[in-house]
């Protein structure tokens, strides 16, 4: 069993960063694919990154966005550079063990309980 947690949203104005940081306890995250996935208001839940021995990305945050882990502490962090009101939402980190850096919810068993981010124009 993994447990998943969010840390580090917030309010921001457009331009500005954030880095997120999902903190994973139970087990040792080094086997795992993690994501990143948010879901702004009135919208489904969408992915925008993940991480494996590659990283995958998103159109729309491509350049401006970077995954990155740190297996020794167990963590997975998601810095949000040049960010846009269009990008406000609840974000949520996502695990599977042995995972692809699927882009799909049901590829990932584990998911944190989600962090706010709102950007403001």
């Known amino acids: 069993q993994v447990q998943l947690v969010e840390s580090g949203g917030g309010l921001v104005q457009a331009g500005g960063s954030l880095r997120l940081s999902c903190a994973a306890s139970g087990r040792t995250f080094t086997q795992y694919a993690v994501a990143w996935f948010r879901q702004a208001p009135g919208k489904e839940r969408e992915f925008i990154t993940a991480?494996?021995?590659?990283?995958y990305y998103t159109d729309p945050v491509k350049g401006r966005f970077t995954i990155s882990r740190d297996n020794a502490k167990n963590r997975v962090y998601l810095q949000m550079n040049s960010l846009r009101p269009e990008d406000t939402a609840v974000y949520y980190c996502?695990?599977?063990?042995w995972g692809t850096g699927s882009n799909y919810q049901r590829d990932y068993r584990y998911w944190g309980q989600g962090t706010q981010v709102t950007v403001s124009s």
């Open positions: 996502a695990a599977q063990l």
């Open positions: 991480i494996t021995s590659r990283t």
